[in-house]
């Protein structure tokens, strides 16, 4: 449906509520109802209802059990929702999603998985699935400490053990990779033998007896040199990579997100599906201009300039700068402190100042404090030539951020879009930060300054993807494994205003989505019990067993979705 189109309906619809009857909306009756729920509806007043129905792809009504019932026409479908609660579409503000698609189905994906034996029993089963010699891999998003029974470093020996027949290369976060002999072998690691020359030096751990332990460090140079090798789907599965992805998510009660890092030709894929009504989630671009010498900046000004955002529509659309301004001043993740030059950020400013000419919204990766503070600096000084207040800038990841920092981007008009390490990184963070790590990020300063803020994992590699899990987190403080990793944690409705309105902001679908309310695109999810009144330990329990978007069912079990 052209934009045009899709904002007539919208206007058709409202046009239907404002009039304000019931009997009205009767004689255009409702394709679903969903009654006898608990509409945890997040719009401006917290509003919990009873039910809610849908019409085509928007929500146009939400109301008392009663006042939802009588609208139902013969040919409308009943979701009886039995007490269930129902949320918004979570929507996370900035993920790796394209980039996942093209491994999703050949990884073994942790996230999520709360103990070291289900992750190995996961390693034996894809071994026994696939072809003697091929990899069993994974890219991130999960570490040990995540596992409640055994935090310790899988080693060479447990891994032969399990999968003897396989490589084996198991990336853990953008931290380390475990190997077992396979793995080592295919990477041309030898015991008692030279490094081969493409590892950082002393990045593969060896005993005292130089043999190979199958554990890898030295961060993301070791980490990304393994992943690099590890097998893409071939094209003849890329779709049904994808589409099984897009299940996950849809599973774990996510409809939309930011992108970061958007390949025209997947894109493309999103796009056919699109058109043939069959795109589960929606996509917005955070997408730039890559520059890392003073000579691109040259070449990379008149691109700015050129670059056209919102061409798209409520499916799929572009609509940030970003991730990442000038690649010198990229941190990397895990890095303990930064230290930017002047030259560096004059170059970040010329960027900046031709994003801020061209009027265009901005989401830049800004992680260790200091590159806060210098990225800030070059704001504030572009700021007094092309004023930034309501181009929706923002910073992103926001792990190192402080007080001081967040009342400067609270005069500047810009936002925070924080995308919490710790969740599945949490014992890493302390390894490297120490206790300065409870405060990475700092969730209830930023929440209790009045910032506009959103969340975000920045999966799938730094972190997990699923949002019951960091919402477990917002308000515990602590991984799937208990480990208490953060102190500054906030309410649930907070944490959940920040998964879900504030996120509509953030892609610029704020009239569309990020609250169950007449007149937005009906986008929501039914859960398995109550976010807002069970122990605030079961929040990473709970399970979506419906997810809708634009008002098809795109998720269910069998259930719950008693139509009739
Ligand atoms: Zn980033």
Known sequence: MTRWVRSVAAGVVLAIFCAGALTRAQQSAPDFILTNGKIITVDEKFTIAQAVAIKGERVIAVGTSQQIGQMAGPATRRIDLRGRAVVPGLIDNHMHLLRAGTTWTREVRLDGVESRKHALDLFAARAKAIAAGDWVYTIGGWSVDQFGDSRSKFTREELDRIVPNHPVAIQESYYRTYLNSRGLEAFGIRDGAADPPDFPKGSIVRDGSGRATGIVEGGMGAVRAIAAKMPRVPDSELEASTLAMIRDMNRAGLTAFGVAGCDPSLVAMYRKWEAQHQ??????????????????????????????????????????????????????????????????????????????????????????????????????????????????????????????????????????????????????????????????????????????????????????????????????????????????????????????????????????????????????????????????????DIKPVLTMVGGRIVYDTSAVNSTK
């Not at 499916?315 to 030259?343: A, C, Q, R």
């Not at 600096?377 to 923002?394: F, G, S, T």
């Not at 996120?503 to 704020?510: G, I, K, L, R, T």
């Not at 695109?521 to 069970?534: E, G, K, P, S, W």
Request: negative net charge; glycine residues 6%; proline residues 5%.
């Open 279 to 540: 795109l589960n989630v929606r996509i917005f671009c955070i997408d730039g201009v890559g520059a890392g010498t003073p000579e691109q900046v040259d070449r990379a000004l008149p691109r700015i300039a050129e670059m056209k955002l919102f061409q798209g529509d409520d499916y799929v659309d572009s609509v940030l700068y970003g991730e990442s301004v000038y690649g010198p001043l990229h941190d990397p993740m895990f890095d303990s402190t930064s230290d930017p030059k002047p030259e560096q950020l004059a170059q970040w400013r010329r960027l900046a100042m031709e994003i801020a000419k061209n009027r265009l919204p901005l989401h830049v990766h800004a992680e260790l404090t200091h590159t806060i503070d210098a990225f800030l600096d070059q704001i504030e000084a572009v700021n007094k030539v092309y004023p930034v207040k309501n181009l929706r800038w923002m910073l992103a990841h926001f792990n190192q951020s402080n007080a001081s920092q967040i009342e400067r981007m609270k005069r500047l008009g810009m936002y925070a879009a924080v995308h919490p390490w710790n969740v599945i990184n949490g014992g890493i963070m302390h390894e490297i930060f120490g206790d300065d790590a409870y405060e990475q990020p700092p969730l209830a300063t930023i929440q209790n300054s009045g910032i506009v803020w959103g969340f975000g994992s920045d999966g799938s590699a730094a972190n997990q993807y699923m949002p019951f899990i960091t919402l477990n987190y917002a308000v515990t403080g602590k991984m799937t494994s208990g480990l208490k990793v953060m102190r500054q944690t906030i309410s649930r409705e907070d944490a959940l205003i920040a998964y879900t309105r504030r996120n509509a902001f953030f892609v610029f679908q704020e009239d569309n989505l990020g609250a169950i309310q007449p007149g937005k695109l009906a986008d929501l999810v039914v859960l398995d019990r109550d976010y807002l009144t069970i122990p605030a330990d079961q929040i990473k």
